[in-house]
C-alpha cells in the first residue's frame, strides 16, 4: 500500500472511529446512580430497579436501589441522606412523605445533586422534574369502573396510606369520580400503614356487614394490599362485592382471570426508572443551569415539569395479555 493511500486510510479511520470512542468514554462506572423508595421488596419496587438497572448496563454506570424494607418515611429519608453523603451523580426518589422529604431534597439540589421524583412526588421541592403516573387520572379510571360495575349506587371502602402523595392524589381521583353519583357512599378510608396484613384483617369487618351498613366494593389505592384482600374475599366466600387493585403484581392478574378481583389499575414502574436513570444521567453530562430554579413557567425550560409513563385498566377482557408475557418478565 502505498504512503497516499496510508495516510488517506488513517484519516478516513481517525473520521469515522474517533466520535465512536469519545461516545463510549462519556460514561464511567464511577457515576453512581441511585434509587430510593420505601417496601422496596415489594414486586413493584423489583420492576422499578429492573428498569433502573437496564439502563445503568446500557450506559455502562452504577445503580443502585436502596430504601427501607416497610413502609418507613423516616427511614427513607435517612438512606436519602446517606446517599447524598455519597456526592452520587444523581437520585430518583419515591417520596413517602412530601413534608419529610421536601428539605432533604432540597439541600441535595442545593449541594449540585441532581434529583427527579419518580411514582410519587414532592412538588414544592427543588426536585428536577417528576416522572411517573398521573395519579390523578388514574384514580378517575378507576372511579369510573367503580360507579359503572355498581350502576352509581353503593358503599364503599379505601384501602390507603394517608400522606402519602400519590395515594392521596388516587383518593381525590375516586373522590372526583364520584362526584357525578350521589348514590356512592365513601364509608369508610382506611390507614393500612403499608402492612397488607392490617388490610386483609379489616376486609374481614367489612365484608362481615350486612343492611344498610353493606360495603358494596373495597378499592385498594396501593399495591401491597390487593392480593391480601382478594385471599380474605375467598376465604369469606364473597362473589357479590366488588374488588378493584392497584398495580399488577402476579396474584393481582390471577385474582382478575379467576373472578376474585374485577380489575386493576396498571402502572409502568419499569418505565419510570429507566426513563429516570437517562434523564439524571443527560442532566449530569449536559448540567442545567441554574440547577436550583422554577422552570414551571417558563416556557424555554431546559426539563419538562411531568413525565407521564401511562395508566391503564386491566380486567378479564385484557389480563392475558399480561399474564401471557411470561415469567420472566414479571417481577420475582
Not at 376465604?235 to 378493584?244: A, F
Amino acid at each position: 500500500m502505498s504512503l497516499l493511500k496510508r495516510q488517506f486510510l488513517f484519516a478516513f479511520l481517525t473520521a469515522t472511529l474517533l466520535p465512536v470512542f469519545i461516545g463510549c468514554s462519556r460514561h464511567t462506572k464511577d457515576e453512581h446512580y441511585y434509587l430510593i423508595a420505601t417496601n422496596i421488596n415489594l414486586p413493584y419496587w423489583k420492576s422499578a430497579n429492573a428498569g433502573f438497572e437496564k439502563a445503568a448496563a446500557a450506559y455502562g454506570v452504577s445503580s443502585e436501589m436502596r430504601g427501607t424494607t416497610t413502609f418507613d418515611p423516616q427511614g427513607e429519608v435517612a438512606e436519602f441522606r446517606t446517599v447524598v453523603a455519597r456526592k452520587p451523580a444523581g437520585i430518583l426518589v419515591s417520596v413517602a412523605s412530601a413534608q419529610l422529604m421536601t428539605p432533604e431534597i432540597n439541600a441535595a439540589i442545593g449541594a449540585g445533586i441532581p434529583v427527579i421524583t419518580l411514582d410519587s412526588d414532592a412538588p414544592q421541592s427543588s426536585r428536577m422534574y417528576f416522572i411517573g403516573t398521573n395519579n390523578l387520572q388514574a384514580g378517575r379510571l378507576g372511579g369510573q369502573r367503580v360507579a359503572a360495575k355498581l350502576n352509581g349506587k353503593g358503599n364503599v371502602v379505601f384501602f390507603s396510606i394517608p400522606g402519602q402523595p400519590n395515594i392521596d392524589e388516587r383518593l381525590k381521583g375516586y373522590r372526583d369520580a364520584f362526584e357525578k353519583f350521589p348514590g356512592i357512599k365513601v364509608i369508610d378510608v382506611f390507614d393500612m400503614k403499608g402492612d397488607s396484613g392490617l388490610a386483609m384483617d379489616q376486609t374481614k369487618d367489612y365484608l362481615s356487614r350486612t343492611g344498610a351498613n353493606r360495603i358494596d366494593a373495597v378499592i385498594c389505592l396501593e399495591a401491597a394490599s390487593g392480593r391480601d384482600v382478594a385471599e380474605e374475599f375467598r376465604r369469606s366466600g364473597v362473589k357479590d362485592r366488588l374488588l378493584v387493585a392497584m398495580d399488577v403484581d402476579q396474584p393481582v392478574l390471577q385474582g382478575i382471570r379467576d373472578g376474585t378481583i374485577d380489575s386493576t389499575i396498571s402502572q409502568k414502574p419499569f418505565t419510570m426508572a429507566l426513563v429516570g436513570l437517562k434523564a439524571l444521567d443527560d442532566i449530569h453530562h449536559y448540567p442545567v443551569k441554574p440547577l436550583v430554579q422554577d422552570y414551571a413557567l417558563d416556557s424555554y425550560a431546559p426539563v419538562p415539569a411531568f413525565i407521564d409513563t401511562g395508566v391503564a385498566l386491566i380486567d378479564k377482557n385484557n389480563v392475558d395479555t399480561l399474564l401471557n408475557l411470561g415469567e420472566d418478565k414479571a417481577p420475582q
